[in-house]
């Protein structure tokens, strides 16, 4: 998002449109929120949608968020003070933007549902190993130990989870490197993916809370697929002009759609205009539209 650059209006009208039409509970940001220019007053407008609607929200960091004037700490701590901020972190944990936010029941008993949301860093930092960040082991390990414990606190039983990241795992790549999945929605570049493969979707997987994991990271790739059970996705650009855009239909957000006592998701691309394209049902799997 350019403070001040009349390109970034794009990137403005399309959210208020969005959270008119659909009237979210949570907005979830997914990275690279600020492109150029001062960090805080990109942050102002990025964010300004959701806090004049009084719709609680949530950022996990791109590998773009600390190369301006702020670093990725003081990027969490410019925001933390907003109205409706969720994002939160971990101390000792690689990275800053990694938290857990429990749904609760709609009688206010018990946690109905978990999003776990990761900060997957920036770039690598391995001598010999281009290319971009991962979530660390710590981080990892992290998830394992809480779904376990939110396991036992829901009597043995696994309650449906969700995952949040910036730079998509390896496994968005394995995916779909056969050609013999279905795609809902556009895949446009290739998976910007880390070399390094740190386990996470394994132990999701052994867990089996997770349902489906959300990416940002990749402009014009918008695509869900189902990998080995999880419906690995990627969200839809939302900003103006940058770097590379152009996915077509032009920008627009993923709605994602929890129903209480169900482990399952709905979720679809709603663009400008009302128009809603690639919905699906999972794990059924059904298109709608």
């Given at each position: 998002w350019i403070a001040g650059d009349p390109r970034s209006d794009v990137a403005g009208?399309?959210?208020?449109?969005?959270?008119?039409?659909?009237?979210?509970?949570?907005?979830?940001?997914t990275g690279d929120i600020i492109y150029g220019?001062?960090?805080?007053?990109?942050?102002?407008?990025?964010?300004?949608?959701?806090?004049?609607?009084g719709i609680p929200f949530a950022v996990t960091f791109g590998n773009h968020d600390d190369e301006?004037?702020?670093n990725r700490t003081q990027v969490y701590e410019f925001i933390k003070g907003m109205p409706g901020n969720l994002t939160s972190t971990v101390e000792g944990l690689k990275g800053?933007?990694?938290?857990?936010?429990p749904v609760k029941s709609s009688d206010g008993t018990k946690d109905a549902a978990t999003l776990y949301v990761f900060d997957s860093n920036s770039y690598s930092t391995i001598k010999g190993i281009k290319g971009y960040g991962w979530i660390g082991s710590d981080q990892v390990q992290w998830y394992i130990e809480n779904s376990r414990n939110i396991k036992a606190a829901n009597g043995g039983d696994t309650i449906p989870a969700l995952a949040f990241f910036h730079i998509p795992l390896p496994e968005y790549f394995e995916a779909v490197k056969e050609g013999t999945v279905y795609?809902?929605?556009?895949?446009?570049?290739?998976?910007?993916?880390?070399e390094i493969n740190t386990g996470l979707f394994a132990a999701m997987l052994e867990a089996?809370?997770?349902?489906?994991?959300?990416?940002?990271h990749d402009h014009i790739n918008d695509y869900a697929v189902k990998w080995k059970g999880i419906m690995l996705c990627y969200g839809r650009y939302s900003g103006g002009?940058?770097?590379?855009?152009?996915?077509?239909?032009?920008?627009?957000?993923?709605?994602?759609?929890?129903?209480?006592?169900?482990?399952?998701?709905?979720?679809?691309?709603?663009?400008?205009?009302?128009?809603?394209?690639?919905?699906?049902?999972?794990?059924?799997?059904?298109?709608?539209?």
């Open positions: 009208v399309m959210m208020n449109e969005i959270l008119d039409e659909e009237k979210p509970d949570l907005v979830i940001y220019g001062i960090a805080e007053d990109g942050l102002r407008k990025a964010l300004e949608p959701a806090i004049a609607r301006h004037n702020l800053v933007t990694n938290f857990i936010l795609m809902y929605g556009n895949r446009m570049e290739k998976v910007c993916c880390p089996g809370d997770v349902l489906g994991t959300f990416a940002g002009s940058t770097v590379y855009h152009g996915i077509p239909g032009g920008n627009g957000a993923r709605v994602i759609e929890l129903t209480e006592g169900e482990k399952a998701f709905k979720s679809w691309i709603r663009l400008k205009e009302g128009k809603v394209i690639n919905e699906f049902e999972f794990p059924s799997e059904l298109i709608k539209k």
